[in-house]
């Protein structure tokens, strides 16, 4: 699911505000997606209202490598806004679980490189970051409880 299109265009689709575009791209056992976000400034956490005048993108990367012999999978997450000193690198994991299904894992730094206001800045976006996790989370269980 995670590396299919037509999910990946759901996902994205209905988490965006503005204009966006996603593709994913396969070379053998791994897989990348790459999504870019267009957010108008009415959308932005006020924490960084002051330091954009139009709007911004986020690019999100996700690298998938292979599957493990027990199915699961890891990979990596780089989430970059355009214009502002903020960045989210991680580490993904997709594992079976214990009643069959199967959890993914997000964990990562979000990291804003302003003096003085950086971790003011961190804070106040940390949410937005989480609420953005927890969308793709309830889409994806839809589009699963649509395609088992």
Same mark, same amino acid.
């Given at each position: 699911?995670?590396?299919?299109?037509?999910?990946?265009? =759901?996902?994205?689709?209905?988490?965006?505000?503005?204009?966006?575009?996603?593709?994913?791209?396969?070379?053998?056992?791994?897989?990348?997606?790459?999504?870019?976000?267009?957010? $108008? $400034?009415?959308?932005?956490?006020?924490?960084? =209202?002051?330091?954009?005048?139009?709007?911004?993108?986020?690019?999100?990367?996700?690298?998938?490598? $292979?599957?493990?012999?027990?199915?699961?999978?890891?990979?990596?997450?780089?989430?970059?806004?355009?214009?502002?000193?903020?960045?989210?690198?991680?580490?993904?994991?997709?594992?079976?679980? $214990?009643?069959?299904?199967?959890?993914?894992?997000?964990?990562?730094?979000?990291?804003?490189?302003?003096?003085?206001?950086?971790?003011?800045?961190?804070?106040?976006?940390?949410?937005?970051? =989480?609420?953005?996790?927890?969308?793709?989370?309830?889409?994806?269980?839809?589009?699963?409880?649509?395609?088992?």
């Amino acid at each position: 699911m995670l590396t299919n299109q037509e999910f990946q265009e =759901r996902k994205v689709g209905r988490i965006s505000k503005g204009a966006w575009d996603v593709r994913v791209q396969r070379e053998g056992d791994t897989a990348v997606i790459v999504s870019h976000r267009t957010l $108008p $400034p009415e959308v932005v956490p006020d924490a960084f =209202r002051a330091m954009i005048s139009t709007t911004i993108t986020i690019t999100q990367t996700e690298k998938w490598g $292979p599957a493990a012999p027990d199915g699961s999978r890891s990979g990596s997450i780089d989430v970059e806004l355009s214009g502002v000193p903020v960045r989210l690198t991680g580490a993904l994991s997709l594992a079976p679980a $214990p009643d069959g299904g199967c959890r993914e894992q997000v964990t990562g730094e979000l990291k804003a490189k302003i003096p003085l206001f950086g971790g003011k800045v961190e804070k106040a976006a940390e949410p937005a970051v =989480r609420a953005a996790i927890d969308a793709e989370g309830r889409i994806g269980e839809q589009w699963l409880a649509e395609h088992a």
